[in-house]
């Protein structure tokens, strides 16, 4: 039986052969075959790597010869002979993966050079000092990287020449020295392996070649593959280039380029090289490149054919490029070409321009942006324009910036932001018990802890700015300050932090709001041409309304009215409402948050004048309002012990029995969403006429408004039935009152399993659903959020038992299928039902995904995410149709 290919040439190759041929080496091919000028060179496959760990680290059978036979194509082509020293044929080994993996074998250069080549690149070069250092280089990278000898061991030998020549830099040594260098090389390896140095080109080639296919398999090649989610049985191929040489002289170079500005996205070449330089100097920036731009002056003639190769490449790829290049002689040698990597902004500029330059539709620019790229660009920045006075760096862990008071106890965080201070909130760790005080903080500094500690996943989770494992802040909880290098900022003082870069920042600093940029905006118009999901937004305020509607939001998805019971001119009439002793007590405390829920729904209706908005009625327990049990034990104690005020005292013991009363053992699933509004109607009722007052009024001033009154929590068809005729009764009485004719509609929120599972009996009685996925996620999985990110979700997906954090990332396989049963039981009554999603994976790309599949017909997020929302929607009818 023949033997199978294992080798190729670049002409034998495409770039659809990457698995066979590594990523690299198909571009190389694929390069070569588009006319680029590439230096000849040859590929083994990456099945003869699989197969050499098949036959227990042995080459395949006729790998040898095939290699031998191929590197006979590559003297043909160029005219020169390996191990001739005359006329040295000398070629780069490179591993090359189907997926680009840094951890694998580094480049050797100049493999084919040995005591007699060397001489003849000193003739070809005309300079034998140039040859020589090209010598004692490939003897350094070949011992380190196919022989495995340390390079600290070569860097030694190289200073102590340096010192006895008495120079400082490399490039002074002349090239008697470099040979003195070269033979200690030598000496080195043979101590080092127990055999000399191998003269001959071939058994060099096969020793690299091993070595790369070794690499396959070092720790490091595996950790990477196993954190990447790469299969180990890709295998590497080995690419085999003739060398080309920057360093001949000053007519050579070398360099690197973007075809566009890969920060900005501006079409100009971006980029730099090195005269008389092999690539490894551009890397070890032991001299400073050039700018390409400078190119232009020095070699006109090469510019204009990089700029050439530069269009060619991109309308060939029809990506942005990143190249790598050497300039022989002035000839000039593509060596390597990928899709180049960018900033979101520059994605965001590229795609558009590409566009208007008619390279890629608009479908193909919308999926060229990663959606979840887009959020450092939607949140507040500190004005790039202001200097700043850096304290401290941590680890970036949420983006966004943050100017606020220190603090550092939740409680005190939770009362000062309720006050409506800007706090900070500083602390070594934070845990699921600190969640009240970072709904209530700016922004979450702590000394300790990753980019997936509590502080991070939760900050991330609620949009909020996050710089964690600060090491250099040195926390004092009981002096109520932390230092700094010297520096101690105590409670009180201000600091900012931008969770994008890791900074902390003494003082307040300016910041800008996020905007779009035209190109942004043009993008996101695109994707609305595309998209069928809808996109609503997650708004409490006529602020927070207004802000979505600038970004594209098409309605809201969800009000939660309990933050407006939690303002601090609100919450001692909610408390006096929760403590009212008879129901007269009660109606008369909500008549006086009639007003004010009235205000609050009116600014957020006439914000969303002609779309839809979701308001959902009170969904909290009521001890939420209260004080904590703990805090006012203290209290009470306090005032028995100083004999103060004794009315005082028996209010603050009515309202710890009342706490003590209302306290559960597990809120979560406790008195809360729709069975407050069963136990007590009169709240449901008091918000309900507060909103048909507020559209009343509205629909008189001539606005259009769409109000949907959402019910939460609901897990039976009687209590929605029940619920309804609340609110109905409501609005007849506002209609009659008013003489006002309106619309309206009455849904319910699907988080709960067994509203799943009966949505077609709930569906009689609702014009709409709404996926809270949150609690729908807690209650399909049975833990609570707080409690299992805090504790072991981490570690669940760690270690693989769950894929994501299905709080995070919507879990499909369970939470979904009862999402896909809601829907189809829903559509089964009401074939044209509303369906929405409001919980946070509404701002998910992949969850904004499955809601497409599964044809909900809008996803609601928080109002900075409204942007990804829109573009990740797109994204998913352009990947499924
Ligand atoms: C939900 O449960 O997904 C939801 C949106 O409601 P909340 O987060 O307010 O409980
Ligand atoms: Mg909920």
Redesign the pocket.
């Known amino acids: 039986m023949a033997d199978k290919k294992w080798v190729y040439t670049f002409e034998e190759g495409r770039a659809d052969m990457k698995d066979q041929l590594g990523g690299k080496g198909a571009n190389l091919a694929e390069m070569t075959n588009i006319g680029l000028p590439v230096p000849p060179g040859i590929i083994i496959t990456t099945e003869a790597c699989n197969q050499f760990y098949l036959e227990g680290k042995q080459f395949p059978p006729g790998l040898e010869d095939q290699v031998r036979e191929y590197i006979k194509i590559l003297e043909e082509k160029t005219g020169k002979r390996f191990g001739d020293p005359a006329n040295p044929l000398l070629v780069s080994v490179r591993s090359g993966a189907p997926i680009s993996m840094p951890g694998m074998m580094d480049t050797v250069l100049n493999l084919g050079l040995n005591d007699d080549t060397v001489e003849g690149l000193a003739a070809a070069a005309n300079d034998r000092r140039f040859a020589m250092d090209c010598y004692r280089r490939f003897l350094n990278m070949f011992g380190d990287v196919v022989l495995g000898i340390e390079h600290v061991k070569f860097e030694r030998i190289l200073e102590t020449q340096k010192d006895q020549a008495g120079v400082k830099f490399d490039n002074q040594l002349t090239a008697g020295q470099w040979q003195v260098v070269v033979e200690e090389y030598k000496k080195l390896i043979e101590r080092e392996t127990g055999r000399p140095f191998p003269q001959d080109p071939m058994e060099q080639l096969f020793k690299a070649i091993y070595a790369v296919f070794n690499s396959w398999n070092t720790d490091r090649a595996i950790v990477y593959r196993k954190v990447n989610k790469i299969p180990d049985d890709l295998g590497t191929a080995v690419n085999i280039q003739v060398m080309a040489f920057g360093n001949l002289g000053n007519d050579c170079g070398t360099g690197v380029a973007f075809t566009r500005n890969p920060s900005t996205g501006a079409n100009e070449l971006y980029g730099e090289y090195l005269i008389n330089a092999q690539g490894e100097d551009v890397v070890a920036g032991i001299r400073t490149p050039q700018p390409i731009a400078t190119l232009k002056e020095e070699m006109p003639g090469v510019y204009q054919q990089f700029v050439e190769t530069c269009r060619l490449l991109e309308k060939h790829y029809r990506n942005m490029q990143d190249i790598e290049f050497t300039i022989e002689r002035g000839k000039l040698f593509i060596l390597q070409t990928r899709n180049g990597k960018r900033t979101a902004q520059a994605a965001i500029k590229i795609a558009v321009d590409m566009v208007n330059e008619g390279l890629i539709t608009r479908e193909e620019a919308v999926m060229r942006v990663e959606a979840a790229q887009l959020d450092h660009l939607l949140h507040r920045r500190i004005d790039p324009n202001v200097k700043l006075e850096v304290i401290a760096r941590g680890l970036p862990a949420s983006p966004g910036a943050a100017s606020g008071k220190v603090v550092f106890e939740a409680d005190e965080a939770e009362k000062m932001g309720q006050e409506g201070h800007k706090v900070i909130m500083v602390r070594t760790e934070t845990t699921p018990d600190d969640i009240h005080g970072i709904v209530q903080a700016q922004g979450i500094l702590t000394s300790r802890g990753g980019m997936t500690s509590h502080a991070a996943v939760v900050a991330r989770g609620m949009g909020k700015p996050c710089v964690c494992g600060c090491e250099a802040i040195r926390i004092d909880y009981d002096k109520e300050e932390f230092s700094v290098n010297g520096l101690i900022i105590k409670k009180g003082d201000i600091i900012s932090i931008d969770g994008g870069t890791g900074q902390v920042i003494l003082g307040e600093v300016p910041m800008i709001d996020p905007e779009l940029s035209v190109e942004f905006q043009q993008l996101l118009e695109w994707a609305d041409e595309i998209r069928t999901l809808g996109v609503r937004a997650?708004a409490d305020t006529p602020a927070d309304a207004a802000k979505a509607r600038e970004f594209g939001a098409e309605g809201i998805g969800?009000t939660?009215t309990?933050h407006m019971f939690m303002a601090q001119d609100r919450l001692p009439i909610v408390q006096q409402m929760i403590l009212a002793g008879t129901d007269e007590e009660r109606n008369a405390v909500l008549e006086k948050l009639l007003p004010m829920q009235e205000e609050d729904f009116y600014g957020i209706l006439k914000a969303m004048e002609g779309l839809p908005v979701t308001i959902?009625l009170l969904?909290?327990p009521l001890h939420e309002f209260l004080p904590n049990a703990e805090e006012l034990m203290v209290e009470i104690t306090r005032l028995r012990l100083t004999s103060g005020d004794p009315g005082e005292l028996q209010r603050q013991e009515e309202l710890l029995k009342k706490v003590r009363a209302l306290s559960e053992f597990n809120p979560m699933l406790g008195h809360r969403g729709c069975r407050l509004g069963i136990t007590f109607p009169a709240v449901y009722a008091m918000q309900a006429r507060a909103i048909f007052r507020a559209v009343a009024r509205l629909v008189r001033e001539g606005y259009t408004v769409i109000p949907e009154v959402e019910i939460?929590?609901v897990i039976e068809v009687n209590e929605l039935a029940f619920l309804r005729r609340v609110v109905e009764q409501e609005a007849d009485k506002v209609m009659q009152e008013t003489g006002v004719e309106f619309e309206y509609t009455v849904g319910t929120?699907i988080?709960v399993p067994r509203a799943a599972l009966l949505a077609d009996e709930i569906a009689g009685e609702a014009d709409f659903f709404?996926?809270?996925?949150?609690?729908?996620?807690?209650t399909t999985l049975g833990f609570s959020r707080d409690d299992a990110e805090g504790k072991f979700l981490q570690e669940y997906v760690q270690k693989k038992i769950l894929p994501d954090n299905p709080f995070m990332v919507l879990d499909r396989k369970g939470v979904g299928k009862l999402m896909e049963t809601a829907v189809r039981l829903g559509r089964s009554v009401n074939p044209d039902m509303l369906i929405g999603?409001?919980?946070?994976?509404g701002g998910e790309p992949s969850s904004i995904e499955f809601c497409h599949l599964v044809g909900l017909n809008y996803v609601s997020c928080s109002p900075f995410r409204v942007p990804v929302a829109r573009l990740a929607a797109a994204q998913a009818k352009v990947k499924n149709g």
């Open positions: 997650n969800l939660r309990e959902r969904d909290p939460p929590l929120m988080e709404s996926f809270g996925t949150n609690d729908l996620t807690q999603i409001c919980g946070e994976h």
